[in-house]
């Protein structure tokens, strides 16, 4: 079952790539159909499953569902899956947001539409690896994997940037900086095994093995920090984050929901499943740094995306804004906080998705990007500019949407914590307004460029939207299905930190 | 002393490698007709390749004081025997189109084999220099096959003199030790100079190995590479890539690490040129790809950064992990590299004026060519080392070795991830001309039924190893493992 989950888009691309032999069309629908079957077995998997009861007994995890296979048993490498609250619910985003990047590109790809879809679906593909994978191999596997596709969904079909970079500079960065900070994990990841090694004599990848090593704070601290960054260039946090507005600036409008919506949520998965359970006591050490950049992400993600005139850099920033509350939640180590993560990562995947394929459906009626050219449009356009609202509203944290309660849920955790932190994030909320509000200002108001109208929304665009809206709304006022199938593993998190609070006074006593 | 039948069974890869040369020699005589004279070459090759199974029996055994028969040598001989069947197919297509002898071309191609396999079996230096001699030799003719090209001619010459000063300086650090020693077998020398190091014999160990790091086109001493790349004939690229350095990179290996139990490497000035040296190798290979315009070249400059990787598994990794490590790798880099110029000498032909081997060559080629442009990116991706290809397997056991073996290692480690991260500027570089959108005119083509011949099928074959060995690598992990236990008895 778990495999299929991988091999389903996988499968899926390749066969919608081979589609295309039938026309145009055939690739769309064969990768929409791979989506929804996709999302529907999550769904099953969702329902046939009691999340809240996977409760940590005896110091291992609980799964709601696993596989383990023999891979390369040379290194102790195992094909090991596993499913539970927190990964469930991530692979409901990405199978949803997949869905969606098919359908928002129906009609803004038109060359080589086959090609297309397989790089989109392999990055699907991989991501659901990511959200899956219990061998630390095999997550490094999938974890580099979903680069590749991403970067030729990038430079093949991207759009070049107002200042006339060329969209495969672009994509380079990215997979550069991925690339190279990928090696960097890797390293952490052979070192952690080897440490694990010379204490057990065993060579093996497995995730629950590897909990358990026990290794002296300098190692662990080195270790931790290798993951971390790693993590952190994907996060992105703030001075990681450079390659992250090229990449959205000239992605396609799928690549760009991609990326937002998905990609950045594996940093933060990475971050909860294996940066904090492997090395508690660094993290814990690391705890106010890394809460500190957080705060300085929401800031200055704000203030950056303030300054931006191309739209998908500003949403890109606003990115970086939201990804900031995500990782102050992370390291406040508070199971309320750590559930307004979940909350906060389906919120910003659904309205930063929602903004880009808005922003992309923009772009293909004018033809820019550029908020300078825009203005006065919604005595233009019917339709969009109502919808539009919608979304700034959303990612200003507006009550009653779902990134209000994933905001307010870290908030209110991060705060028994750090008062300092969570007080200066709490500036977020309202720079978050300023921006929203500037999209509106600048793209919606003033004086109209021209009286012709524009074409309004079609159904398509619709429905995507209005499904995007209805899940926003249902996260807004009734967030507790998704709060608990992820509690028990946030609890599990949560305890672990409070055991490690415990231990690292006797730590540093000892040295 | 007599040769017993067991000797000539363990020696059967190389007999079979030389009686395909008189074959061929005599077939040629006989007939000058092309295709006669290529399937006498590649049936002979295979037979050579198939009797490694049945000298696999007879090991390991002590032949003469100057070839030792044992797990390594047969694995790295058949690598070898691998490199030369695959350039001898992919010439096959190449040279049909050309209007001169065409047939000697394998002629040269099995004496070089076979001079490569003697270099595996070498544990002597006589052995060491004849084996070296004799690749080198029938190299220079290789390069210059295609004659009419100033560049091909340039570029032998070039090859000629440098090598020869290369075998000279070994020549000099051979006499040195021998000066020192009384003696030229390197089991004795490495007792030796175990038990009374001297400076002499530590001169002449270094010379001898600059003189094979030239041949191994190691930093500083890379400069021939690109030039000679770029001006031999493609096929020809796919061999000096592959068997040529394969053998010397075993040869340096038994003489540094196995026979000598890495006597040299204990005296600190040595130990630390060699780190030095790989090290240098992977920043200067990746540095000097990045803006290069030339696919042979930028294929040369990766083969420098990638024996910088490989050395560094050898260093860090000792006799244990770092062996294992060194002939996984370096299978993975055959196959890896015959299939990267197996694509660009599928695009070239013979008679014109020059190989396919520009970027803009390649614009397109997706468009066109779909599965050969595929290949070319999974061997792309595989010298970058990226999962799913089996260059990640190869990276990984890098890294392993690294990790494992303490502070001095992790420095290097920090140049493996710069290379890495420099090199894959390039490699996707070439990669994303492969898909931009298409020209007009082409310049180059391979021809439509490529996947039909021998050559578009060993390349075809290749990159499905790739694949194959990226995503389940066990088998060929099991394979050395076998040949390792082999060779540690």
């Given amino acids: ?511 | 002393m007599t040769l017993t039948l067991e000797n000539f069974q363990a020696l059967l890869p190389l007999l079979i490698t030389c009686a395909t040369t008189v074959f061929v020699m005599l077939a040629i005589a006989i007939r000058r007709n092309h295709w006669w004279n290529a399937t006498v070459t590649v049936v002979g090759l295979n037979l050579a390749l198939l009797s490694s199974y049945f000298a696999l029996q007879a090991i390991p055994q002590t032949i003469t004081p100057l070839f030792v028969v044992d797990g390594y040598s047969i694995f790295f001989g058949a690598l070898v025997l691998i490199s030369a069947l695959g350039t001898s197919t992919l010439t096959n297509a190449y040279i049909e189109s050309s209007k001169r002898n065409r047939e000697e071309i394998y002629l040269l191609i099995t004496i070089a084999a076979a001079g490569g396999i003697v270099l595996t079996m070498a544990h002597h230096m006589a052995s060491l220099f004849i084996g070296l001699e004799m690749m080198s030799v029938a190299l220079y003719g290789l390069v210059s096959y295609t004659y009419d090209r100033a560049r091909s001619l340039e570029a032998a010459i070039k090859y000629m003199v440098l090598s020869a000063t290369a075998s000279a300086i070994m020549l000099f650090g051979i006499a040195l030790v021998y000066a020192q020693f009384g003696t030229l077998s390197f089991a004795e020398i490495g007792s030796k100079i175990g038990q009374t190091p001297s400076t002499l014999a530590l001169v002449g160990g270094i010379l001898i190995t600059i003189g094979l790091f030239f041949k191994l086109s190691l930093a500083p001493f890379h400069l021939w590479t690109p030039d000679v790349y770029e001006g031999a004939p493609a096929p020809i690229g796919a061999f000096l890539a592959t068997a040529a350095k394969v053998s010397v990179f075993a040869v340096l290996v038994r003489f540094a690490m196995i026979e000598t139990k890495g006597a040299f490497f204990v005296s600190a000035p040595f130990a630390m040129t060699l780190f030095v040296v790989a090290c240098l190798s992977m920043l200067v290979g990746n540095l000097l790809a990045l803006k290069q315009n030339n696919i042979k070249r930028m294929l040369g400059y990766s083969s420098i950064a990638h024996f910088g990787y490989l050395f560094i598994l050898i260093l860090v990794g000792g006799g244990g992990v770092g062996l294992e490590g060194f002939a996984v790798y370096m299978a993975i880099y055959v196959v890896t590299s015959l299939a990267a110029f197996g694509v660009v000498t599928l695009m070239s032909a013979g008679n014109a004026k020059r190989d396919a081997d520009l970027l803009n060559d390649y614009r397109g080629l997706f468009w066109r060519r779909p599965f050969l442009a595929s290949i070319f990116t999974i061997s792309l991706f595989s010298l970058a080392g990226i999962p799913l290809t089996a260059g990640f397997i190869g990276k990984f056991y890098v890294i392993k070795a690294a990790v494992e073996a303490g502070p001095l290692a992790w420095i290097a480690l920090i140049f493996v991830v710069l290379g890495s991260a420099i090199g894959i500027y390039f490699y996707l570089r070439t990669i994303i001309s492969l898909y931009l959108a298409k020209k007009d005119m082409f310049r180059f083509d391979a021809q439509m039924d490529w996947g039909q011949h021998a050559g578009g099928i060993m390349v075809l074959g290749s990159a499905l190893f790739i694949l194959v060995i990226g995503i389940w690598p066990t088998p060929l992990i099991n394979l050395v493992e076998m040949a390792s236990m082999i060779w540690q008895q």
Wanted: charged share 10%.
């Fill in chain 1, 1 to 511: 079952m778990l495999t299929w989950l991988i091999l389903i888009p996988f499968i899926g691309g390749f066969l919608s790539w081979q589609a295309e032999r039938f026309g145009p069309k055939a690739p769309r629908f064969v990768a929409v159909g791979a989506m929804f079957l996709l999302f529907v077995l999550t769904l099953k998997l969702w329902f046939a499953h009691d999340y809240s009861l996977a409760h940590l007994s005896a110091g291992q995890s609980v799964w709601a569902d696993e596989l383990r296979l023999d891979w390369i048993p040379r290194f102790g490498i195992t094909f090991h899956l596993a499913l539970d609250g927190l990964s469930l619910l991530m692979m409901l985003l990405t199978a949803f947001l997949g869905m969606l990047a098919v359908i928002c590109s129906w009609s803004e790809v038109k060359r080589k539409v086959g090609f297309f879809h397989l790089n989109l679906l392999w990055i699907i593909g991989a991501v659901v690896g990511v959200f899956l994978a219990l061998d630390m191999f095999l997550f490094f596997f999938f974890w580099e994997m979903m680069l590749v596709p991403m970067y030729f969904l990038i430079s093949l079909w991207g759009h070049k940037s107002a200042e006339g970079k060329s969209r495969v500079d672009a994509a380079t960065k990215f997979f550069i900086y991925t690339q190279a900070s990928g090696l960097l994990l890797l390293l952490a990841i052979v070192g952690l095994v080897f440490v694990h090694y010379l204490q057990t004599q065993v060579w093996t990848f497995d995730y629950e093995a590897l909990r358990n090593t026990q290794m002296s704070a300098k190692t662990e601290m080195v270790l931790m920090l290798g993951f971390f960054i790693a993590f952190a260039v994907k996060f992105p946090i703030v001075p990681f984050h450079s390659w992250l507005p090229d990449a959205h600036s000239q992605a396609p409008t799928a690549g760009s929901v991609d990326l937002a919506g998905i990609l950045l949520k594996t940093a933060a998965y990475g971050m909860l499943r294996f940066a904090i359970p492997f090395f508690p006591h660094a993290s814990q050490e690391l705890a106010p740094i890394a809460m500190w950049l957080g705060v300085f992400g929401v800031i200055y993600g704000a203030f950056a995306a303030y300054a931006q005139d191309d739209i998908k850099r500003l949403i890109a920033y606003t990115s970086i804004s939201h990804m900031g509350f995500v990782l102050i939640g992370i390291y406040s180590f508070n199971q309320i906080a750590m559930q307004g993560v979940v909350v906060q990562m389906l919120a910003h995947g659904l309205s930063a998705a929602g903004l880009f394929i808005l922003s992309g459906q923009y772009y293909e009626r004018l033809k820019t990007r550029d908020l300078n050219k825009m203005g006065g449009l919604s005595s233009r356009i019917a339709g969009l500019p109502p919808i539009t609202m919608f979304f700034a509203a959303a990612s200003l944290g507006l009550p009653g949407l779902g990134n209000f309660v994933g905001e307010f849920l870290i908030l209110i955790g991060s705060f028994k914590v750090n008062q300092v932190v969570t007080t200066c994030a709490t500036t977020g909320l309202v720079l978050g307004a300023v921006y929203s509000l500037i999209i509106i200002q600048r793209a919606l108001h003033g004086p109209a460029r021209s009286d012709e109208p524009i074409a309004g929304m079609n159904k398509r665009e619709f429905f995507m939207m209005l499904s995007l809206m209805l899940l926003l709304v249902w996260l807004g006022f009734y967030p507790q299905p998704v709060l608990d199938t992820s509690s028990a593993v946030m609890a599990n998190i949560e305890q672990l930190m409070h055991s490690a609070q415990a231990a690292t006074p006797a730590v540093s006593v000892a040295q």
